[in-house]
């Protein structure tokens, strides 16, 4: 059945386009326009060539021929889309695509000269053919060429000269009010294409963005020239100099060609100037995340994660569909690293999500979170459990059937643990042991322990404790191959519970100072979000009994990263903010590091580059049960010499 053109279905017309002064210059007055250049150009290209003596006779064949050469013309500027496009952006596409139109014309109008020569010289109806014979002849070519080159410049003159004029007098403009505004004064470093990308909005968006006053880049071609006006005034190592000059209150920083190391240095000299500093990401990046033009939109404010002496690394996310369909338990889920792991796993479809804690307050918040996240449409639920006592635990197992376990339970603050030793080994070791025996006693598929660098060659009970916890995991993954056990081993993560980044932020809202315990204490870095990405891929590739350890690039100094955090917040480091040497704590170390040396000869690579495989020596069976049934037993003054005897490489530093 048919529907009525005014029925409920009936297609509606959308605004009508407002009456312009643009408009009419569009759609009226430069068509006119462009009718009288053709036919002008014709005229000045048979004066100027002066190719014949009859020049009556050649004027009344231009008019005469005037007729068809309009309405040539116009069709193809419609069909060239000449009174389509925005002039004010005019640039080479508009150019070419005029350019294409006026050698067409002039082609088609001399094809038409001579078929209507050619039909007039056999014409003899009424004599009309006879008496236009006298003067009705093709232009030879010389006037031709030079009358395509006229209507080029006639036509495109007007219109980039339009915008010429247009942005002429924009530069005027701002010229006379660049120096008694308000608008923030911005340093752009790197002049290459994404420079002059960014160069072009600062400009017609200074009020709103900020105006550009300098641009720094290393390469000396380009240094005394200007990009839309803005002088290029030097290299990058200038950077402090030229920010005081100009008085810049802004750096972008967009050269996405970079090495890792060389921006970090260019974060280091921005940072000193005490300005606020923006940076874009790659342009690989920026087109993976949106598909759009990399322009001053993708920047973001400096963050923390951006001095990592090394780019976050991206994770193939295919291997995650292991998750989907699936009830997931994740012990400490509502800790800094274990609530991101519920979070990273949500993203896959999981059947349920349960977060086994001992904290309920943190719990319950990242429960509202994910309802709230995913509508309710996920079963996120809450088990209030201590990892140390099997029996409740055991509950937990027997009531969700979990067919995926991610272990991040533990005790991990070094120096507490020094002084409460023996909980560190109810926590880190008899805990693990614990969900790791319910595992198998419940046909758990995968079980993921977050592990740590300190577990290597370890110089702290937490270190020694977490060392016991990867060999428990290789012990049972000899004895059975229902449950897949692995460990993941990573440095600190940037902001977690514990860490000393809340301590530093902490440090900096008071006053300062911010204490770091040596002036050559080196740590690896990684953020909340790729750790926990991290532990959530291990589990898809593991086959048991492996430890998985990321590529972690350079350790970071921590006494830069304080500096930088000082900088970051808008201050200076030891003018404003204090930074004070403490020493060594109790089971620290100078430096961490990711593998023994026994293990780096076990290295192996998996499908993502940036993640290692390592198969450490492990104690026999026996071996292994012996040390654990003495670790039951332990006392403060016992529990160190116990954990010598089953990790030989603990070294106390007490």
């Not at 942005?167 to 752009?188: C, I, K, P, Q």
């Not at 429960?367 to 449409?377: L, T």
Request: glycine share 8%.
């Amino acid at each position: 059945m048919k529907t009525s053109r005014c029925g409920a279905h009936a297609k509606k017309r959308g605004p009508r386009e407002p009456f312009s002064v643009g408009l009419l210059a569009q759609r009226v007055l430069l068509p006119l326009y462009d009718v009288l250049a053709v036919n002008a150009s014709y005229w000045l290209a048979v004066w100027m060539v002066n190719y014949t003596d009859d020049i009556a006779a050649c004027h009344a064949f231009l008019w005469l021929r005037s007729g068809y050469v309009t309405l040539v013309f116009l069709g193809l500027f419609f069909m060239f889309r000449l009174y389509h496009s925005l002039w004010k952006y005019a640039g080479t596409d508009e150019l070419a695509q005029c350019a294409g139109a006026a050698a067409l014309g002039v082609i088609v109008c001399s094809f038409a000269d001579y078929a209507l020569s050619f039909v007039l010289t056999r014409a003899q109806w009424f004599g009309f053919g006879t008496a236009l014979q006298g003067f009705w002849a093709p232009l030879p070519v010389a006037v031709l060429a030079v009358t395509f080159l006229l209507i080029v410049m006639f036509c495109c003159g007007v219109r980039l000269g339009y915008r010429v004029l247009r942005r002429s007098g924009r530069e005027f403009l701002w010229l006379l009010r660049r120096t008694n505004d308000g608008a923030r004064r911005v340093m752009v470093v790197g002049a290459g294409n994404m420079g002059n990308i960014v160069l072009g909005e600062l400009r017609a968006n200074a009020a709103t963005m900020g105006r550009p006053v300098v641009v720094v880049d290393d390469d000396r071609t380009k240094q005394g020239r200007r990009i839309y006006g803005v002088p290029i005034s030097g290299g990058c190592d200038q950077i402090p100099a030229l920010a005081a000059r100009h008085r810049v209150n802004e750096i972008l920083l967009c050269i996405p060609s970079l090495t890792a190391q060389r921006e970090r240095e260019l974060m280091d000299l921005a940072l000193q100037t005490g300005c606020k500093v923006k940076i874009t990401p790659s342009l690989l990046q920026m087109k993976e995340s949106d598909g759009t033009v990399p322009g001053l939109g993708q920047f973001h404010d400096l963050r923390l994660e951006d001095l990592l002496m090394r780019p976050q690394v991206r994770l193939d996310q295919t291997i995650c569909a292991y998750l989907n369909g699936q009830t997931v338990l994740v012990t400490g889920g509502g800790g800094s690293i274990g609530s991101e792991l519920c979070r990273q796993a949500a993203r896959y479809h999981p059947a349920r999500i349960v977060i086994a804690d001992i904290s309920e307050s943190s719990a319950y918040a990242l429960k509202v979170a994910m309802n709230r996240e995913y509508y309710g449409k996920l079963q996120v639920d809450i088990r209030i459990v201590d990892v140390r006592d099997k029996e409740s635990l055991a509950a937990v197992f027997a009531e969700a059937h979990p067919t995926i376990v991610f272990h991040a339970a533990a005790h991990k603050h070094v120096p507490l643990m020094e002084d409460a030793p023996c909980e560190a080994v109810k926590n880190n070791i008899f805990g693990t042991l614990n969900a790791a025996e319910l595992a198998i006693q419940y046909d758990v598929h995968r079980f993921v322990l977050l592990s740590t660098d300190k577990a290597v060659n370890p110089t702290s009970v937490m270190g020694a404790t977490k060392r016991v916890t990867e060999l428990i995991l290789q012990g049972l993954a000899r004895r059975q191959t229902r449950t897949r056990f692995s460990a993941v081993r990573f440095g600190n993560v940037l902001g977690s519970s514990g860490s000393v980044i809340p301590l530093f932020r902490e440090q900096i809202r008071a006053g300062g100072p911010l204490t770091v315990t040596h002036p050559d204490i080196t740590r690896y870095f990684m953020s909340i979000p790729e750790a926990a990405q991290l532990v959530v891929q291990v589990g898809g590739i593991s086959r048991g009994g492996e430890i998985f350890v990321l590529e972690m690039g350079e350790p970071v100094k921590i006494l830069r990263l304080a500096e930088q955090m000082i900088r970051l917040s808008g201050l200076r480091p030891y003018v404003d903010i204090g930074v004070e040497i403490v020493g060594l704590r109790p089971g620290e170390k100078l430096h961490e590091e990711l593998v023994l040396a026994e293990e780096d000869a076990t290295r192996q690579s998996t499908q993502n580059k940036k993640i290692n495989i390592i198969f450490p020596a492990a104690l026999d069976d026996a071996a292994l049960d012996a040390a654990l049934e003495r670790l039951r037993h332990v006392t403060p003054e016992t529990v160190r010499a116990a954990l010598k005897s089953v990790v030989e490489n603990y070294c106390e530093n007490r």
